[in-house]
C-alpha cells in the first residue's frame, strides 16, 4: 500500500515536472514567433516611413496612411510573451512598449503569436500588391 503511494507520488511529481519543460519550449516558440513579427513590422514600417519621403514611385498616399494606421492599431495588440519581456526601440529613437502578458496558458500564447504573426504578414502582403 505505502509502495502504490511512493509510486503514484514520483508519477506525480514526474508529470508535473515535465510542464515547466513542455511550456517553456512552447513560450520559445512563442517568441521566436513574436520577434518575427516584429522583424515583419519594423520593416513595414521602413518601408511606409520611405514611401512618404518619394512623391513620384510611393503607391497612393491615401494608401500609405491607411497602412501606417493599421500597423499602429497591430502594435496595440501586441502581447508580450512571459519571460520575455523587454522594451523595443525603433530606428527612429521612439520607444514602444507592449502589452504586459494576459495570465494564459503556454499554447494560448503560441496561439496569440501565430495570429499576431499571420496579421502583420498579411498586411506586408497587402502592401506588397500595391507596388
Known amino acids: 500500500m505505502i509502495m502504490r503511494y511512493f509510486i503514484m507520488a514520483v508519477a506525480l511529481f514526474t508529470l508535473a515536472g515535465c510542464r515547466p519543460d513542455q511550456d517553456k519550449k512552447t513560450l520559445d516558440r ?6 518575427e513579427a516584429m522583424g515583419v513590422a519594423e520593416e513595414i514600417e521602413q518601408q511606409l516611413k520611405a514611401y512618404a519621403d518619394q512623391a513620384t514611385s510611393a503607391p497612393n498616399p491615401d494608401s500609405v496612411r491607411v497602412w501606417l494606421a493599421e500597423l499602429e492599431e497591430w502594435h496595440e495588440d501586441v502581447v508580450e510573451v512571459p519571460g520575455y519581456e523587454h522594451e523595443h526601440h525603433h530606428h527612429d529613437g521612439e520607444h514602444h512598449h507592449h502589452t ?8 494560448e500564447m503560441l496561439d496569440i503569436q501565430q495570429e499576431l504573426r499571420r496579421e502583420i504578414e498579411a498586411l506586408r502582403l497587402r502592401i506588397q500588391r500595391q507596388r
Not at 512563442?30 to 520577434?35: E, G, R, V
Open 100 to 107: 504586459p502578458a494576459p495570465n494564459v496558458s503556454a499554447g
Open 30 to 35: 512563442a517568441f521566436a514567433l513574436h520577434q
